[in-house]
């Protein structure tokens, strides 16, 4: 039977989604589950959780809960990583902190002075990761959901790259599933490809039947005014092909929007709707700590996360495709091959097969290179412990640079530097000039 570890099994709705799939499934029913948390109260919650999907389903795990990280990854085959460091005050922190500065975000947790400072808080714990997974469980694959995804991946990559580790984020599907009902064709019956980096992919064919579906797409944005007030909407009439991340998320990945008065309200941007999510998830995480059994609607195998599709082809051999976020080896041909991307893969027996891409369409690429140098320089920050990095990335950084002075961003860098203490690596906390 296979181990499978969750590291950050406190994130209990998302564990439970996983764990309702991983175990649905006859093959990985009997599967070693491994919960790790370094919070006992959220460790004590998912423990319970796992203990009443298993009863519904009529599995027979094995369920181990742990607050040791190596003794949990000891022996493991899988690795499924979604900790967030600093939890919901460093979100919060993220967030109020620019805005101060007269900085708007969205989401914050993948580039923007969020992203940047979201991601070198959790460098620190990826290395822990890393050094024990290569002293306890070398040949495990990582699957990381945990965001700022590119970055994250990234850092692993340039410390441990001997490790299998692959980002996993559901993004693709949902945006796909999403066009296909707004122009009233099944998901089963369409083909699509996608290439980009995570959270700013494009969706680079879409067909049905070998006709392309875009041509539906364009008459159903010419005939509805309130579709046009999306950000991606926007962004696809522009550039030629459809982002894969929400409005929310594509809105602080570009200069283009966030500093205009006139377009957050043209194009209903929820300027700090990551802070109602987090609450919303604090929220949630109460009501399941609280309960007295798993609610019967809590249960609905959703079949649409990647990680329980990439253990199930692994484990039994079954081909799969997925999308993952890899390193770019030669993937797609005109973004760095410094930075991880995000391409479709197939899955099986023999492990994960990201599939390269070519060259993206000119002006996605050139969107792409913008949030690529922002990666480049918060994972070489990390790596150097370069406290100057950390300002460069958010002097690249599209929405920052179009909103703030570089003196502005210095300061802000500094006062976020102090704000999140030692959560941060120690060289990156000393002050610098300009």
């Given at each position: 039977?296979p ?38 109260d ?12 298993a ?36 979100t919060?922190?993220d ?16 580039i ?5 400072f ?16 290569l ?10 959901y ?13 410390v ?55 041509p539906?797409l ?14 991606r ?11 894969t ?6 809105a602080?990945y ?6 205009h008065?006139g ?41 649409t996360e990647y ?14 495709r997925?999308?993952v976020?890899?390193?770019n ?7 760095p ?10 899955v ?18 050139a ?13 070489a920050a ?8 950390v ?6 950084d ?26 941060l690596?120690?060289?990156l906390?000393?002050?610098v000039?300009?």
């Amino acid at each position: 039977m296979p181990s499978i570890v969750f590291l950050g099994a406190g994130s209990v709705v998302f564990t439970r989604d996983l764990l309702t799939d991983i175990l649905s499934t006859a093959e990985l029913a009997d599967a070693r589950i491994v919960l790790y948390d370094i919070d006992a109260d959220r460790l004590a919650t998912a423990c319970r959780v796992a203990g009443w999907i298993a009863e519904a389903l009529g599995a027979k795990p094995t369920i181990v809960a742990t607050d040791d990280r190596r003794t949990a990854l000891a022996g493991a085959d899988f690795v499924i990583n979604s900790i967030q460091v600093g939890m919901h005050a460093a979100t919060v922190r993220d967030f109020e902190i620019p805005a101060g500065y007269g900085l708007r975000q969205t989401i914050a947790d993948t580039i923007g002075v969020g992203g940047i400072f979201r991601g070198l808080r959790t460098f620190p714990v990826l290395d822990g990761i890393a050094r024990d997974m290569l002293a306890v469980c070398p040949d495990a694959w990582l699957l990381n959901y945990t965001n700022p995804m590119a970055m994250n991946v990234g850092y692993l990559h340039a410390v441990a790259p001997e490790l299998k580790t692959v980002g996993l984020c559901h993004s693709v599907y949902w945006t796909v599933r999403g066009l296909c009902e707004l122009v009233d064709v099944p998901y089963e019956e369409v083909e699509y490809r996608t290439a980009g980096m995570n959270h700013q992919a494009w969706l680079l064919s879409w067909q049905r039947d070998g006709t392309d579906l875009y041509p539906l797409l364009d008459r159903r944005i010419a005939a509805d005014g309130q579709l046009r007030r999306r950000v991606r909407v926007d962004m696809y009439r522009r550039l030629g092909f459809y982002p894969t991340e929400t409005s929310e998320h594509s809105a602080e990945y570009v200069p283009w929007y966030l500093h205009h008065d006139g377009e957050v309200d043209r194009l209903r941007i929820p300027v700090g709707d990551y802070l109602r999510i987090s609450a919303d998830n604090l929220a949630e995480y109460q009501h399941i700590r609280q309960a007295a059994a798993l609610p019967a609607d809590a249960l609905e195998r959703d079949g649409t996360e990647y990680a329980p599709q990439l253990v199930h082809g692994i484990v039994t051999g079954t081909p799969r495709r997925i999308v993952v976020n890899v390193p770019n080896a030669g993937l797609i041909d005109n973004l760095p091959g410094t930075v991880a991307v995000e391409v479709p893969a197939t899955v099986d027996a023999t492990g994960v097969h990201p599939e390269p891409a070519g060259s993206l369409p000119i002006a996605c690429a050139a969107v792409n290179r913008s949030y690529a140098s922002v990666v480049e320089l918060t994972v070489a920050a990390g790596l150097t412990g370069d406290p100057r990095l950390v300002r460069q990335a958010a002097l690249a950084d599209p929405n920052t640079a179009a909103t703030l002075t570089p003196d502005e961003i210095w300061l802000l860098c500094g006062e976020l530097t102090a704000a999140h203490g030692d959560l941060l690596p120690p060289p990156l906390r000393a002050r610098v000039s300009p």
